[in-house]
């Protein structure tokens, strides 16, 4: 069946610090990727997205991704993280054929220290 | 209006009660879609309306759930008989023609509680 994994339910980190997020898919053919973020009480808002080409993609805030289609992963990352990040951040797919239906992870929970 | 606009933007009503909540999509958008995000779960597909085409309904969760798109722009989900498992966030999205990789965008959603 297809599916969308993000391993991670909360991640903690130190504002400045590095951040990783990750996000694993199980589809037949390489899908349309998405990277969402949810602020509390706030709607999805687009950070980035995959479609083809170059598999590393930028996004708004200073975001980046890279897809990896021998691991079928599209992971996020951001190399220094600021106490506003702190959010919901929510993986989608898209199969690239059929019906145009996103398929969304579970979140990862981003926590930022001061 | 410049985004997805939904109201209301918070709802509670009591068990057994019928519930509308509103979607007014990003004007041109031909594609709209229905997510419930209940606490601390990912969003779940309820609904997808594309253009004139029959609306794809493999995610409404029970017979109490039911969603109309008037005109090709504004859409109605309701919920009849509301339960206490009904309360959640409830998610609307817009997309140009789809098929093509387009953005969705998504409205602030209708927080709604069932006491």
């Known amino acids: 069946a297809q599916s969308v994994t993000q391993p991670d339910i909360h991640i903690t980190v130190s504002e400045g610090a590095s951040l990783e997020l990750r996000c694993n898919y199980s589809y037949g053919a390489t899908p349309y990727l998405f990277w969402y973020v949810q602020s509390p009480g706030q709607g999805l808002q687009l950070l980035l997205k995959y479609f083809s080409g170059d598999t590393l993609v930028q996004g708004i805030k200073g975001f980046e991704a890279e897809f990896k289609r021998s691991q079928s992963s599209f992971n996020l990352r951001k190399p220094s993280v600021h106490w506003s990040d702190a959010a919901e951040y929510f993986c989608?797919?898209?199969?690239?054929?059929?019906?145009?239906?996103?398929?969304f992870g579970r979140g990862t929970s981003l926590i930022v220290h001061p | 209006g410049a985004g997805v606009s939904q109201s209301p933007s918070n709802k509670v009503t009591e068990k057994g009660k019928d519930v509308e909540l509103r979607c007014d999509p990003i004007s041109g958008h031909t594609a709209l879609y229905w997510y419930r995000q209940s606490l601390g779960q990912g969003l779940e597909f309820l609904i997808y309306?594309?253009?004139?085409?029959?609306?794809?309904k493999s995610g409404l969760p029970s017979d109490r759930f039911s969603a109309e798109r008037t005109g090709g722009s504004v859409s109605t989900l309701t919920i009849q008989r509301t339960q206490q498992e009904d309360s959640a966030v409830y998610l609307c999205a817009s997309s140009l023609e789809t098929g093509s990789g387009n953005t969705i965008y998504f409205g602030e959603g209708s927080w709604l509680t069932v006491v």
């Open positions: 989608a797919v898209v199969p690239s054929g059929g019906s145009y239906i996103p398929t």
């Open positions: 309306f594309q253009g004139n085409s029959a609306p794809d």
